[in-house]
């Protein structure tokens, strides 16, 4: 349970962070040399010339920065009415690793509690991922969630969804970290999503309450991701993927990257082959990742939940056309135009089959008619 920072308090961090020329690195330094940002104010130009990175001119734009914001006061009040919490770089709750990379937050919007995550490992991949990659992250997110790590991502669609519900299907802890505000919740179909990781986790921001989702927010948001977590996961990635920021982030942060393999006929894989090439873990099944997780990491998990049983799927009598065109079938999407000139059948004909597979509940169809089989364990959006 954390402790709730003065609004006087919290305003003091907000009055440090707008004053021109300070980013998130000099801040640091700041508060490690100072300890909070009332004693930066109240120091001497002496003192805070010592720190490296501070000149002259930045003690001028300290001395002239307001001391009361009200812009900033409505914002920590309208946090509070809303609930949320805001847990600045002092404030225990605040993610011990976080603060190891060169440039953290000054201070995280957060909406759940901190406090329930342990040993966190970041999952990442493409928006527009292919059913085996959601089928995989699914998976592979229940079972660390079964060994007591906590699953962050960055709720967009696709892997991200697939890796927060993977936890919460195990009645597990899973962050995500928000490329927009806590009151703007992108993508907008994933409200019951966002509702369903607070309340059993926490949705974090280091941007304002209702910061839109501004494209450069997410390259900023990725190096949190990484950065909160003992590792990062990367399934699915093209080679000019966002996730491969989050990869580089996390090398470059010294933390364990892992990467799923997929098929070498998919361009979504490419960038996750790369990541193998360059020397990232290959990852088949969840041993591969906590063989590579610092023992200390492992020792603060949580208790490992209780594995549910897995319903069993009733056999489904297909005749032989519907037996030809499902053993044709893989997890990996492929056209129906395709399919017509492998199996040799009339469209109509392939059409009517695929219908009734789907029907059965044992094929699916994404948009520009791709098909591919549902297995056992794969997610059915």
């Known amino acids: ?29 700041l508060i490690q040399q100072f300890e909070s940002p009332e004693a930066v104010f109240a120091s001497s130009d002496e003192a805070l010339l010592a720190v490296e990175g501070v000149s002259p001119r930045l003690v001028a734009a300290i001395r002239r920065q307001p001391a ?27 993610p011990t690793l976080l603060l190891e990379i060169p440039d953290p937050p000054p201070f995280l919007y957060v909406n759940g509690d901190l406090g329930r995550c342990r040993c966190p490992l970041a999952i990442v991949g493409s928006r527009n991922a292919t059913p085996y990659g959601r089928k995989t992250t699914q ?114 942060q010294n933390r364990e990257v892992f990467a799923v393999p997929g098929s070498i006929e998919s361009f979504k894989s490419i960038g996750t082959h790369q990541l193998i090439k360059n020397g990232a873990k290959l990852v088949t099944q969840v041993g591969d990742v906590l063989d590579e997780l610092p023992r200390w990491a492992l020792t603060a998990r949580r208790p490992a939940a209780t594995q549910r049983p897995e319903a069993a799927r009733p056999a489904t009598p297909l005749s032989e056309a519907e037996a030809s065109v499902f053993e044709n079938l893989s997890v990996y999407p492929v056209h129906v135009d395709d399919l017509t000139r492998q199996l040799n ?22 948009p520009g008619k791709l098909f591919s089989r549902i297995t056992d364990d794969q997610p059915r959006y």
């Not at 402790?3 to 961090?13: C, D, G, K, N, R």
């Not at 839109?212 to 997410?218: E, I, T």
């Not at 009339?346 to 695929?354: F, Q």
Request: charged letters at 20%; proline letters at 3%; glycine letters at 10%.
């Open 1 to 29: 349970m954390q402790m709730e920072a003065s609004p006087e308090h919290l305003l003091a961090w907000f009055r440090l962070r707008s004053v021109v020329g300070i980013g998130n690195l000099l801040f640091r330094r």
């Open 68 to 94: 009361r914001s009200e812009a900033d006061a409505r914002e920590v009040a309208r946090a509070a009415q809303k609930g949320f919490q805001i847990v600045t770089q002092c404030d225990p709750a605040y």
């Open 139 to 252: 998976r592979l997110s229940r079972e660390l969630t079964r060994q007591g790590l906590t699953v962050v991502s960055g709720m967009a669609r696709g892997i991200d969804t697939a890796a927060h519900l993977g936890a919460l299907e195990e009645g597990g802890v899973t962050l995500a970290v928000l490329g927009s505000g806590l009151e703007c919740i992108y993508p907008a179909e994933n409200r019951r999503l966002y509702e369903r990781i607070a309340a059993t986790g926490a949705v974090i921001s280091e941007l304002p309450l209702a910061a839109g989702p501004d494209a450069h927010h997410f390259p900023q948001r990725n190096r949190i991701i990484s950065g909160i977590s003992v590792g990062t996961v990367v399934v699915e990635a093209t080679r000019r993927s966002g996730s491969l920021i989050t990869a580089r982030l996390a090398a470059e």
């Open 345 to 366: 059948l009339e469209a109509g004909d392939l059409s009517s089959i695929l219908l009734s597979l789907e029907l059965k509940g044992l094929v699916r169809q994404d």
